[in-house]
């Protein structure tokens, strides 16, 4: 079964007439996860008639606005929506302070239940398992405590000589949000079929990086080149660029198959 990743917004903290603020959707053995949650991510989610019956799991990266403002406008919307299901949110300990009081407000009776799962960006380990599906933090970073995603896929496969069971990696999806070159995730990430890395900027505006702890195009491209993966995706525009075709050149120059995120695109991987 493929992997597929659909962009709800690909743009960075200032939001544009072009790109909405960063969330995905991933599909991923028959189960779906939203990772980061920016504005209007579930005004995004019902124009791409995105069914949440199978959305159970939210990672979100950090906790700039730009990741994570969505989240109270999407879980109304599921409670308008009549969702019932228990909805699990991994991210930093302070979301969950942040969010209880905003949820008490508007959220007085709501009809599902919503468990927060604290994680240590700066740490990596495995934060979500189940049969099929496990998840791992990358550490990052940048500004405030960072982490990304690795996605793996994986099946229970028995060894038809000896009889024993073993665990078999399928697909493998990483996701690397705001974070300055970081060359040590790299082995982590090490072939993955799809890589998602931030490209704030291009390599005309480097000198921004280390003071935002972000990333250019070329950047990006290092790291795919250096960890072996398959595809690359780039995304989080800086606003300071209209024309997004010159990150996709910029990587391009270094790792040749990549792919430039759109606004409500999907990939399959």
Same mark, same amino acid.
């Given at each position: 079964?493929?992997?597929?990743?659909?962009?709800?917004?690909?743009?960075?903290?200032?939001?544009?007439?072009?790109?909405?603020?960063?969330?995905?959707?991933?599909?991923?053995?028959?189960?779906?996860?939203?990772?980061?949650?920016?504005?209007?991510?579930? !005004?995004?989610?019902?124009?791409?008639?995105?069914?949440?019956?199978?959305?159970?799991?939210?990672?979100?990266?950090?906790?700039?606005?730009?990741?994570?403002?969505?989240?109270?406008?999407?879980?109304?919307?599921?409670?308008?929506?009549?969702?019932?299901?228990?909805?699990?949110?991994?991210?930093?300990?302070?979301?969950?302070?942040?969010?209880?009081?905003?949820?008490?407000?508007?959220?007085?009776?709501?009809?599902?239940?919503? !468990?927060?799962?604290?994680?240590?960006?700066?740490?990596?380990?495995?934060?979500?398992?189940?049969?099929?599906?496990?998840?791992?933090?990358?550490?990052?970073?940048?500004?405030?405590?960072?982490?990304?995603? !690795?996605?793996?896929?994986?099946?229970?496969?028995?060894?038809?000589?000896?009889?024993?069971?073993?665990?078999?990696?399928?697909?493998?999806?990483?996701?690397?949000?705001?974070?300055?070159?970081?060359?040590?995730?790299?082995?982590?990430?090490?072939?993955?079929?799809?890589?998602?890395?931030?490209?704030?900027?291009?390599?005309?505006?480097?000198?921004?990086?280390?003071?935002?702890?972000?990333?250019?195009?070329?950047?990006?491209?290092?790291?795919?080149?250096?960890?072996?993966?398959?595809?690359?995706?780039?995304?989080?525009?800086?606003?300071?660029?209209?024309?997004?075709?010159?990150?996709?050149?910029?990587?391009?120059?270094?790792?040749?198959?990549?792919?430039?995120?759109?606004?409500?695109?999907?990939?399959?991987?």
């Amino acid at each position: 079964m493929e992997g597929k990743i659909t962009i709800l917004g690909c743009g960075s903290a200032l939001p544009t007439f072009q790109n909405s603020p960063a969330g995905q959707i991933l599909n991923l053995s028959d189960k779906a996860f939203l990772i980061d949650c920016g504005e209007g991510t579930q !005004l995004k989610m019902r124009q791409l008639g995105i069914k949440t019956a199978r959305l159970y799991n939210i990672f979100i990266s950090h906790l700039h606005g730009d990741h994570c403002f969505g989240l109270i406008g999407l879980l109304t919307t599921f409670d308008m929506m009549g969702r019932t299901q228990p909805l699990h949110i991994y991210a930093h300990p302070d979301l969950e302070k942040l969010m209880r009081p905003l949820m008490e407000y508007h959220l007085q009776n709501m009809k599902y239940e919503v !468990l927060f799962h604290a994680i240590n960006p700066r740490k990596r380990e495995t934060i979500f398992e189940d049969r099929t599906v496990s998840v791992e933090t990358i550490p990052l970073k940048h500004k405030v405590p960072c982490c990304g995603f !690795l996605f793996l896929e994986h099946h229970r496969r028995k060894n038809a000589e000896t009889g024993e069971f073993y665990i078999e990696t399928r697909k493998r999806y990483a996701y690397c949000s705001d974070t300055m070159y970081r060359e040590q995730i790299t082995e982590q990430i090490e072939g993955v079929d799809l890589l998602f890395h931030e490209t704030t900027f291009t390599e005309k505006w480097a000198d921004r990086c280390k003071p935002t702890m972000h990333s250019t195009a070329r950047q990006a491209a290092l790291i795919a080149q250096k960890a072996k993966v398959a595809k690359l995706l780039i995304g989080h525009f800086s606003s300071r660029e209209d024309d997004h075709s010159i990150f996709l050149k910029e990587a391009q120059t270094v790792f040749l198959n990549t792919i430039l995120a759109e606004e409500k695109m999907t990939l399959e991987f």
